[in-house]
């Protein structure tokens, strides 16, 4: 019979995701046949799935860890965030509607029975299913119709383990206070916690552990060291997106307001000659750059009125201009051209808007969303890539007899007349080892041997062994039920 157990946090970015991931690891490695569940999920850094949905990077991670491929079952509920006050809402892998924030709230409850669906279904053939929540089950103001944390413990029956950040301070107050402000019933479902991201010797918070336990009755499962190689597996919020100093080759890449998809830039940071810079708002573009790689956008027309005003556009004139290279990735590559048209008006009023005019190409968006997992060839070099596309609208122009990609037949992507500006809609491309060696050989960087598959795997194996040595694993898996 299938066990289940929910990772909980006492706040947001306190290293769930992470932790199931090295948690389903250590199950698989022990044997057992794990998969991963989110019900509700806030991410613009999506998978594409081979059942042919989305579902937030995180799962997609956690579903390598436990040695399976990513379904939409896994992240039946995935909100990308298009505004300050609304997002597009993903159901089991399909668009089901674009809502205000209020009227999400309305919508759950019909939510609900499709979220169970998925989490029993994912559970008929497996020996144990790892939940993560969402936020803080705290955030008591929330918890009518919630599916992300309490409510959806409730609905499955699950205990909950409750983890701590201790590196953002306060980790007592965040874990005694949750306990606090916890409903009775919701409180009882809560049988142990465990402190994440202790910098130096775990043991200096044993009294502190000890508190804990003592005001809340919860076991103590442990306190984790900060896992020194956690920043080389793909990182699914936009907060956790940081500069990377490698070598002397420069990347950089703007912080875009609704970034998307930035798993593209995993494997450049893994790159030890390679050094990938994160340009926030209000800072220029740099000067000594080699390259700038615009990356994806969910609102692509928002975000160029935004590099616009950041005055990136002129930036990027001046780089161009020195000799240097440009990449755009899909919302980036629409940005490259020369107009975005919206007929429809699914970023806004509908109407077109002038692009940055480096690509002679022109973008139509359309409703119909392209989602596909793709091999396609780089036709410089031969070399094989697999990524994935997640897009609305077609990009043509004259620039994409230029392309310099190869999808089933079709060429893909557009590059100007010199080459230095490129642009495509395939993610993940970069991951392909022969291919970014090529790249990234052909701009003047020293190439390495890494293998981005190997490191991801051998980083997943080392996280397994760290919470082997410092959690008390068989207990949080003996509380599954």
Same mark, same amino acid.
């Given at each position: ?19 199931? *991931?090295?948690?389903?690891?250590? *199950? ?10 989110? &019900? ?29 491929? &990513? ?143 003592? !005001?809340?009755? @919860? ?6 060291? @900060? ?21 002397? $080759? ?11 998809? $930035? ?17 926030? &708002? ?36 001046? %780089? ?35 692009? !940055?005019?480096? !690509? ?30 997640? %897009? ?8 994409? *007899? ?14 100007? *007349? ?16 022969? $291919?970014?060696? %090529? ?36 207990? !949080? ?5």
């Amino acid at each position: 019979m299938t066990k289940a157990i929910m990772i909980q946090g006492a706040g947001s970015n306190v290293g769930k995701s992470l932790l199931v *991931a090295g948690i389903a690891r250590a *199950a698989v490695k022990r044997g057992l046949n794990v998969a991963p569940f989110k &019900p509700q999920n806030m991410s613009n850094n999506a998978a594409v799935t081979v059942d042919g949905g989305e579902i937030g990077r995180a799962q997609a991670l956690q579903a390598h860890a436990c040695g399976l491929d &990513p379904i939409v079952d896994m992240n039946p509920v995935l909100l990308k965030p298009e505004t300050d006050t609304g997002a597009q809402v993903v159901v089991q892998g399909k668009r089901f509607a674009t809502m205000k924030a209020r009227d999400y709230g309305k919508a759950k409850a019909e939510l609900m029975p499709r979220v169970l669906e998925s989490f029993h279904r994912l559970g008929e053939t497996r020996d144990l299913v790892l939940v993560e929540g969402a936020g803080s089950p705290a955030e008591v103001n929330l918890r009518k119709g919630d599916i992300a944390n309490m409510g959806f413990a409730e609905a499955a029956d699950l205990p909950v383990v409750l983890a701590g950040d201790i590196d953002r301070g306060g980790v007592i107050a965040q874990l005694v206070g949750t306990h606090a402000v916890l409903p009775d019933e919701d409180r009882a479902r809560i049988k142990a916690f465990l402190v994440n991201k202790f910098r130096g010797d775990p043991t200096l918070f044993a009294d502190g552990a000890a508190e804990i336990a003592r !005001l809340t009755g @919860w076991h103590d499962l442990g306190t984790l060291p @900060w896992f020194v190689d956690a920043w080389r597996l793909p990182a699914e919020d936009v907060m956790d997106i940081t500069t990377r100093k490698g070598g002397a $080759f420069k990347i950089a890449v703007p912080r875009l307001n609704r970034i998307a998809n $930035f798993d593209d830039l995993d494997p450049l940071v893994n790159e030890p000659d390679v050094t990938v810079e994160i340009i926030e &708002p209000g800072r220029p573009l740099p000067g000594d750059a080699d390259l700038v790689l615009i990356p994806g956008s969910k609102s692509t027309i928002a975000d160029l009125a935004d590099f616009q005003a950041q005055g990136w556009d002129i930036d990027l004139t001046a %780089h161009i201009r020195r000799g240097g290279h440009v990449l755009g990735i899909c919302g980036g590559y629409q940005m490259l051209g020369t107009t975005i048209i919206d007929a429809d008006g699914i970023e806004g009023p509908a109407g077109q808007v002038t692009g !940055l005019g480096h !690509l002679d190409v022109v973008t139509h968006l359309e409703p119909r969303k392209t989602l596909a997992l793709t091999q396609a060839t780089h036709l410089a070099s031969a070399e094989p890539v697999e990524g994935y596309e997640i %897009h609305l609208g077609r990009t043509e122009g004259p620039d994409c *007899a230029k392309a310099w990609l190869s999808v089933g037949g079709r060429h893909e992507g557009a590059s100007s *007349a010199d080459g230095r500006i490129q642009g495509c809609y395939l993610h993940g491309l970069f991951a392909a080892d022969g $291919f970014r060696r %090529h790249f990234l050989k052909g701009l003047g960087a020293q190439v390495s041997d890494v293998s981005f598959d190997t490191q991801i795997e051998t980083s997943l194996d080392a996280l397994a062994d760290h919470l082997e040595a410092h959690l008390d694993l068989d207990r !949080l898996l003996a509380l599954a039920r």
